[in-house]
């Protein structure tokens, strides 16, 4: 009899490749175990439903293909089931983090070559976008030396959120794409990937007729503001899915580039999982951002230690914990 993991994990505000980096590490921990995963976006909160269908759809299979060929339908009263756990990762060590992503094309171990791997073998798009971005991919690239750029803005570094990592200002970015520029005059086209309309503009401006347009949906982000993307209201159709959607197809782009220059994002180590042939490549190591003040004096945080889930209050340095169900 078939034993199925349904990986059943809470995904409120987290971005497309964040909640697919959570995703494979429960399929490698299924696989680990013996089990054949199905991924259940129907019954568990995300960002990224359709309108007027949450927990109408499975939303991974909006994009992507189910690990094994298996989905919900599979599942009966009397199948061997398990359920994962609430969590983001149920096995910490095969978790590929940013902070693992190489700076330089020379730091690319065999052990990181291996788990790159492992991760692009189980992320597989459903025909229908793989459709879309070849498509999408074909009406752009017809230059074989694109440099390929991902430049963070908006919630991300006016959050400044502690345990993330620190992006490189705009002007250190575009300096070091000049520099690429000498040192490979091939370079012909220019694409930068980012959610950010002043960033953009700022690329715009710089680099002209080099830039290959970006179609992806930008914000002009409020300077003071410190809402999440996901908090904003867009009046759009399918806003957050149009946007998984758009956000999707640059970060393949950026795979099927040249050359990438970025700082260490989720989407940046995508990119790299997702590339094959990138002849040179720099990502900024700039640390991570500290906490606050605020964040100093009080923190509620939630951890995983030894498969159980943990709230942890911390006040005056002074740490209490829960354990949850």
Not at 153 to 167: F, L, M, S, V
Request: hydrophobic fraction near 35%; glycine fraction near 4%; proline fraction near 2%.
């Amino acid at each position: 009899m078939n034993k199925f993991y349904i990986i059943a994990v809470t995904y409120e505000i987290e971005g497309l490749f964040a909640l697919a980096t959570s995703v494979i590490n429960h399929v490698i921990y299924a696989k680990n175990n013996g089990y054949i995963p199905i991924v259940d976006l129907k019954h568990y909160d995300n960002q990224y439903f359709k309108d007027d269908r949450v927990f109408k759809d499975n939303v991974w299979e909006y994009f992507f293909e189910q690990p094994n060929g298996y989905n919900l339908d599979n599942v009966t009263q009397n199948s061997n089931v398990l359920i994962s756990q609430n969590c983001f990762f149920p096995d910490m060590k095969e978790v590929l983090w940013n902070g693992d992503v190489p700076k330089q094309l020379q730091n690319v171990s065999s052990g990181l070559e291996c788990k790159k791997n492992t991760y692009k073998k189980y992320l597989k798009f459903n025909s229908q976008i793989q459709q879309y971005l070849d498509e999408k991919l074909s009406q752009i690239c017809n230059s074989d030396e694109i440099l390929g750029v991902l430049c963070r803005g908006t919630d991300y570094t006016k959050r400044r959120t502690y345990g993330e990592h620190i992006q490189p200002e705009t002007k250190k970015v575009i300096e070091k794409v000049k520099q690429f520029i000498e040192k490979y005059p091939q370079i012909n086209r220019i694409y930068v990937a980012t959610e950010d309309n002043e960033i953009y503009e700022t690329f715009k401006k710089e680099f002209k007729d080099l830039l290959i347009e970006n179609s992806q949906y930008k914000y002009s982000y409020d300077n003071n503001s410190t809402k999440l993307l996901s908090q904003l209201s867009i009046d759009r159709k399918n806003h957050n899915y149009s946007l998984a959607k758009e956000y999707l197809f640059s970060i393949y782009l950026l795979s099927k580039c040249k050359y990438f220059i970025g700082g260490k994002t989720t989407g940046t180590k995508w990119a790299w999982i997702l590339s094959e042939n990138w002849k040179d490549f720099y990502i900024w190591d700039l640390g991570k951002y500290g906490k606050t003040i605020k964040e100093r004096i009080f923190s509620l945080t939630t951890i995983m230690k030894n498969k159980k889930t943990y709230k942890i209050l911390q006040i005056f340095g002074i740490k209490f914990f829960k354990k949850l169900k």
